[in-house]
């Protein structure tokens, strides 16, 4: 035992055990998709088990590799599902795509391309940056015609690649175009996760996909600012005066929310409502293991009350 959790991979959550991981943690790191909600529809016991945690005195923080909103535009959401829950206590892979090139001194004279949406884009202009591409550049296409050459803007200095609904073979030319032909340009990804939960009913490909096809197309591998990397950690850290031995990262997905977890020093929680199954979990080529795992958020209520 461990802080009163098992040792043992893929264990279930039962009431001693979440009585002592409630006991042992100071702050609940909380994945999204799928875990607190599933596109525009919020899990069952959400509320309620974030209510509960409240009144204990836990800090709750929502860490999510989804670039698609701002941390304005995630507040407003978790508003709209009846959660109140402020900016500050909201960390995305947008949002960090932008502290990383503020905390490495981005030259302010260099531009940005954004293969991404508008959280991105929203978060690089809070940060002072100029920026352009993301949904706009989605309605442009390219005509391969004989001896056509592609123009670029030869200032941009980092291309962001995030999650992208409207990605195209342009968006994907002028990324491959400014990181291989402009001096030092930096090629950030925002995650690679393959696929995720962007509706209710079903699974879609993440913002891997696309990362995956800018990098094949310079044969290049990019920097990974989300999840699984440490550097949203990096804040966290800076924000709140805690201890990541005192923090719990919970999530669904293994390769990135309990692996970030493990890389930083957290106590992980799998929830099975998103991307992972039982099954997934127990396979024997799956290397990664949560402290804990459990069916869903809405358990540890339950369990807490026995």
């Known amino acids: 035992?461990?802080?009163?959790?098992?040792?043992?991979?893929?264990?279930?959550?039962?009431?001693?055990?979440?009585?002592?991981?409630?006991?042992?943690?100071?702050?609940?790191?909380f994945d999204c998709d799928g875990v607190i909600w599933k596109g525009?529809?919020?899990?069952?016991?959400?509320?309620?088990?974030?209510?509960?945690?409240?009144?204990?005195?836990?800090?709750?923080?929502?860490?999510?590799?989804?670039?698609?909103?701002?941390?304005?535009?995630?507040?407003?959401?978790?508003?709209?599902?009846?959660?109140?829950?402020?900016?500050?206590?909201?960390?995305?892979?947008?949002?960090?795509?932008?502290?990383?090139?503020?905390?490495?001194?981005?030259?302010?004279?260099?531009?940005?391309?954004?293969?991404?949406?508008?959280?991105i884009l929203e978060e690089l202009k809070l940060a002072g940056f100029e920026c352009f591409g993301g949904p706009e550049d989605g309605k442009k296409t390219i005509a391969l015609e004989a001896d056509f050459y592609f123009e670029h803007d030869k200032s941009v200095g980092a291309v962001i690649v995030g999650l992208d609904q409207y990605f195209n073979y342009y968006k994907m030319q002028y990324a491959r175009t400014c990181i291989s032909e402009n001096p030092n340009c930096l090629f950030i990804a925002?995650?690679?996760?393959?696929?995720?939960?962007?509706?209710?009913?079903?699974?879609?490909?993440?913002a891997g996909t696309m990362v995956a096809a800018v990098s094949c197309?310079?044969?290049?591998?990019?920097?990974?600012?989300?999840?699984?990397?440490?550097?949203?950690m990096d804040f966290l850290l800076k924000s709140f005066n805690l201890e990541t031995s005192r923090m719990c990262m919970v999530g669904d997905r293994l390769d990135t929310d309990i692996l970030f977890g493990q890389n930083t020093g957290c106590k992980t929680l799998l929830v099975l409502t998103g991307c992972t199954t039982l099954s997934e979990l127990q396979d024997a080529s799956n290397n990664i293991h949560p402290n804990v795992y459990t069916n869903s958020l809405y358990d540890l209520v339950g369990l807490l009350q026995k």
């Open 190 to 206: 925002t995650n690679r996760d393959p696929t995720g939960h962007m509706t209710s009913a079903q699974e879609w490909p993440g």
């Open 1 to 29: 035992m461990d802080n009163g959790l098992p040792n043992l991979p893929c264990a279930p959550l039962t009431a001693d055990s979440a009585r002592s991981l409630v006991d042992s943690i100071d702050a609940f790191l």
């Open 40 to 119: 525009d529809k919020l899990i069952e016991g959400v509320p309620e088990t974030m209510e509960m945690l409240r009144k204990m005195g836990k800090k709750l923080v929502f860490v999510t590799n989804n670039s698609r909103k701002s941390r304005r535009q995630y507040s407003k959401k978790f508003r709209s599902l009846g959660l109140e829950v402020t900016e500050e206590e909201i960390f995305t892979s947008s949002f960090a795509a932008a502290m990383f090139l503020k905390l490495n001194n981005f030259p302010p004279e260099k531009k940005v391309y954004v293969v991404g949406e508008d959280g």
């Open 217 to 232: 197309s310079v044969q290049k591998e990019p920097i990974v600012v989300g999840k699984p990397s440490g550097f949203l």
